[in-house]
């Protein structure tokens, strides 16, 4: 039972650094979701995708970019990276829009440090 | 901006007592969904509710949706350390957007 996994599950990054962080699901899900959750805050959508090549920008998309080549990987590009980017960053994915009665799947989440 | 509004933000009780969080917002949702986090893992979906004044169990667990869709409560009886974790609102707005709340972190002291 994969469902939904991200890599690396830690990661410190120096100033102005890039990385991409992994994301990939099993489930044929078309919908997939960037989540950053910094300490005591919510989950903040940073970027989302509806569907293989289609991507939008969320709440917070400053910093970053995405891509989906599949229906089953959405990575994280960060470039540049800076202390504001310390977070935990969690993919997600559902089947149909993220709507009344559908379940939306998490991954165990990123701790990424930039330092 | 729609915001939901978490409370308390903390709290820790004794195993076996009963307790209650809350969800708040000035907006109306469509629905409304509940999710629990443990230390080191991603959320995992409790329940949704969708109607007004909709009550809805999951063993020692009680849900319910505001009359007005505006809020919702989490009602934990007998509590247990296994429900020890961080659980957060989530609702969606009438584009379909999901806006998550900060979160209430219960700790349950066995």
């Known amino acids: 039972n994969a469902g939904v996994t991200q890599t690396p599950k830690f990661r410190i990054l120096k100033i102005g650094q890039s990385m991409t962080l992994q994301c990939a699901q099993d489930?044929?899900?078309?919908?997939m979701y960037w989540y950053r959750q910094d300490p005591g805050m919510g989950l903040k959508l940073i970027y989302y995708s509806v569907g293989a090549g289609i991507t939008d920008k969320g709440e917070v998309p400053n910093g970053y970019n995405v891509s989906r080549s599949t229906t089953e990987d959405f990575p994280l590009r960060l470039e540049l990276a800076a202390p504001s980017q310390t977070s935990v960053y969690f993919c997600a994915s559902s089947y149909s829009p993220a709507k009344t009665g559908n379940t939306i799947y998490f991954g165990e989440g990123s701790w990424l440090t930039v330092v | 901006t729609q915001l939901l509004e978490q409370s308390p933000q903390f709290l820790s009780i004794q195993e076996g007592e009963n307790l209650t969080v809350y969800c708040n917002s000035s907006s109306v949702f469509s629905s409304l969904q509940w999710y629990r986090q443990e230390p080191g893992e991603g959320p995992v979906l409790l329940v949704t509710v969708v109607t007004g004044g909709e009550v809805k169990k999951l063993k020692r667990l009680t849900f319910q949706f505001g009359d007005a869709r505006k809020d919702s409560s989490l009602h934990i009886t007998a509590a247990q350390p296994g429900d020890t974790g961080l659980y957060l609102c989530?609702?969606?707005?009438?584009?379909?957007?999901?806006?998550f709340g900060k979160g209430t972190r219960l700790h349950i002291l066995p």
């Open positions: 489930m044929n899900h078309n919908y």
């Open positions: 989530a609702g969606f707005n009438r584009d379909d957007k999901i806006i």
